[in-house]
């Protein structure tokens, strides 16, 4: 006999639904962002003061930036969205001064960078989607950076669904 649906999911507890339903949303909204964008990795990042911690990514080039990397959050192209939280896209980052300095863009050899900030319904800023490649990038959809902010909306409502079920 072929267990039912139901009692296989009384076996798991809600946390353990929520956060298998967590992995394969975060995880399929990565992989529709390096479609949209032509990139070859997006990740969701999470911000405290000092850090960016990598929550999920996508990677078919072994960029080399994995979950629970922690880097200094001043040293990424995220940091911008603490100071101005709008979409931002780079698409040639070694043909501009204020961004081709950072670390992070010579320790992985970033030369394109599209990202939006995920905040929370509350409104407290939680961190960033970004999708980055070794490749210069055209960003020559107009959608585009509506679509990335919608994205890091959902993201934000995953997010913080699974934080307020933990209280």
């Known amino acids: 006999m072929v267990p039912s649906v139901t009692a296989s999911q009384s076996l798991l507890s809600a946390n353990e639904r929520?956060?298998?339903a967590e992995i394969e949303a975060t995880t399929s909204i990565l992989q529709l962002v390096t479609r949209l964008t032509g990139m070859r990795f997006a990740g969701i990042a999470k911000f405290t003061d000092l850090e960016w911690v990598v929550c999920s990514v996508h990677d078919t080039i072994d960029l080399g930036i994995h979950v629970d990397d922690v880097l200094a959050l001043e040293t990424t192209l995220c940091s911008e969205f603490c100071i101005n939280p709008q979409t931002l896209f780079i698409p040639q980052i070694s043909q501009n001064g204020r961004y081709a300095a950072r670390p992070v863009v010579?320790?992985?050899?970033?030369?394109s960078y599209a990202g939006a900030p995920i905040f929370l319904p509350?409104?407290?800023?939680?961190g960033a989607l970004c999708a980055l490649d070794s490749r210069a990038m055209l960003f020559e959809?107009?959608?585009?950076?509506?679509t990335l902010s919608l994205f890091a909306r959902l993201i934000g409502c995953i997010f913080f669904?699974?934080?307020?079920?933990?209280?």
Do not use: C, M, V
Not at 106 to 111: C, D, G, L, M
């Open 122 to 126: 509350d409104g407290r800023l939680f």
């Open 141 to 146: 959809d107009p959608n585009l950076p509506e």
């Open 106 to 111: 010579k320790q992985f050899a970033i030369e």
């Open 18 to 20: 929520a956060a298998i």
């Open 161 to 167: 669904a699974n934080l307020t079920s933990d209280h």
